[in-house]
């Protein structure tokens, strides 16, 4: 079934958690050109599924969290979940340059001090698609400034790999080279729009981590 973005009623969707989910990507909403979808129009992806109630943040006393995917590795797709809506929706294109280095997700039930939910960074050796929620095992963190507010990315792997045998389990693991590129893009992603606004704040291990998410999750229950 397709319909225009405009016609969605948020709410409904929201409500109806025990419905069969499904993607929903509109025609209207999406425009081709030369194979990148134009920046200028909304793309709404209907899931159907609050995540901040169907999911816990994890079992953080084993270093596990829940993530759900929005952004796969190598997208340039910004794409964004709208916790009213239930919706995941697209923000924007980005320069082909700074296709993102890692699956980007975040933490349900958790609110960062940006006012969303708390950003992870998902390590695959393939990209996950978007709306996939993953068991993962938290080995750092990233910490980052956007725009002069604290934007932390917890770094984690799936809890179960059983291509690599779980082999990465601290950031040492990922090598001096990953994490040179990562701080690289999350210090220049947004250079050619509003430069000099982005920072990253060093590294920290998967107790930084965890007190982080724990946090994050006593921010949202607050709210």
């Known amino acids: ?46 899931s159907m599924t609050n995540f901040n109630t169907a999911y816990t943040p994890g079992d953080l006393d084993s270093f596990k969290v ?31 340059i700074f296709a993102k280095p890692a699956n980007y997700g975040f933490i349900p039930g958790t609110k960062d001090e940006d006012g969303d939910e708390l950003d992870t960074l998902l390590i695959t050796a393939e990209p996950v698609p978007t709306g996939v929620v993953v068991e993962a095992a938290i080995i750092g963190v990233l910490n980052f400034e956007d725009d002069g507010e604290k934007d932390h990315k917890i770094i984690c792997v799936p809890a179960d790999d059983r291509d690599s045998g779980n082999r990465i389990k601290t950031l040492d693991d990922l090598g001096e080279m990953w994490k040179n590129k990562i701080e690289y893009h999350f210090n220049t992603y947004k250079d050619l729009k509003k430069r000099g606004t982005t920072k990253v704040l060093g590294y920290g291990d998967r107790e930084q981590a965890v007190a982080v998410v724990k946090d994050c999750i006593a921010r949202f229950k607050g709210e």
Request: with cysteine; net charge neutral.
């Open 1 to 46: 079934m397709a319909t225009s973005a405009s016609s969605f009623t948020g709410d409904a969707w929201c409500k109806n958690l025990k419905a069969r989910p499904e993607a929903v990507l509109s025609p209207f909403a999406v425009q081709s050109q030369h194979g990148i979808l134009a920046a200028s129009l909304l793309v709404r992806i209907i």
């Open 66 to 96: 829940n993530t759900v995917i929005e952004i796969p590795e190598k997208s340039i797709l910004k794409i964004e979940y709208n916790r009213t809506t239930c919706a995941f929706e697209l923000d924007r294109v980005e320069p082909a």
